[in-house]
């Protein structure tokens, strides 16, 4: 199918904390010395937890998650499944576009039973998900363009001012997002394509193919 990456909605959710900090976990620097610094962080930081839905052709979102009262909460099942039918579904019909195939990732909020029927309610069988009918390989967030290219992308923009409450931090992610050239989002899903190296089938191709097993694990620019 030709140009079938530029069909692939992919979704993700991340946090972004009002100090800045950035997970560096799987961050590694070598040094000959220790330089034995330390970075002090407060113990509970203000954070936002926001979810985008991004293809070649524009993004969904940004939608923040809150509770009735406007505080800003984490996400869980009743609250992934009120922002697919609140904001998600209006927003992609919005958009007029046809035969997209969605794509989230296996944590427990997206792949619970209640989750999975009402995302195929709306996608059929182009549900690219763990228990979907087109498995997403387990701990492969690093495949999608929002984890590669969005939010890093996102983040490096959005502290630039120091905004010192989660109103302004708020306000620079709208705008940021919005301020994306379509250039950059087809770019940014071209997985699978020439321009691409990757070692092992890559997911696009898999999906392509609807129902083989997707094995997809290492993706690298060039």
């Known amino acids: 199918m030709v140009d079938f990456h530029k069909r ?7 946090h972004f904390w ?31 937890t926001v979810w985008c839905a991004l293809w070649a052709g524009g993004i969904i979102g940004p939608y923040f998650f809150k509770n009735d009262e406007g505080h ?15 904001f ?3 927003e992609l019909n919005n958009h007029n576009v046809q035969e997209l195939w969605f ?46 290219f969005l939010w ?28 994306i050239r379509p250039q950059m989002l087809e770019k940014s899903s071209k997985i699978g394509r020439p321009d691409w190296t990757t070692s092992e089938p890559a997911v696009a191709v898999i999906c392509q193919k609807s129902y083989l097993k997707c094995n997809a694990t290492r993706l690298s620019f060039e």
């Open 8 to 14: 692939i909605l992919f979704s993700y959710e991340a």
């Open 72 to 86: 800003n909460v984490t996400v869980n099942g009743d609250r992934y499944r009120a922002m697919i039918t609140n």
């Open 152 to 179: 890093g992308y996102v983040k490096s923009l959005v502290y630039a001012d120091k905004p010192q409450t989660l109103d302004h931090l708020e306000d620079n992610i709208r705008r940021v997002i919005a301020d």
């Open 18 to 48: 009002l100090n800045g900090y950035v997970n560096k976990q799987n961050c590694r620097i070598w040094s000959e010395a220790n330089p034995q610094v330390y970075v002090e962080t407060p113990l509970h930081p203000e954070k936002l």
């Open 103 to 148: 794509q989230q990732d296996g944590a427990a909020c997206h792949t619970a039973r209640a989750t999975i029927d009402l995302l195929k309610d709306t996608f059929g069988d182009r549900l690219i998900s763990r228990f979907g009918p087109v498995n997403w390989p387990p701990r492969s967030c690093d495949l999608t363009p929002l984890d590669y």
């Open 88 to 90: 998600f579904i209006p």
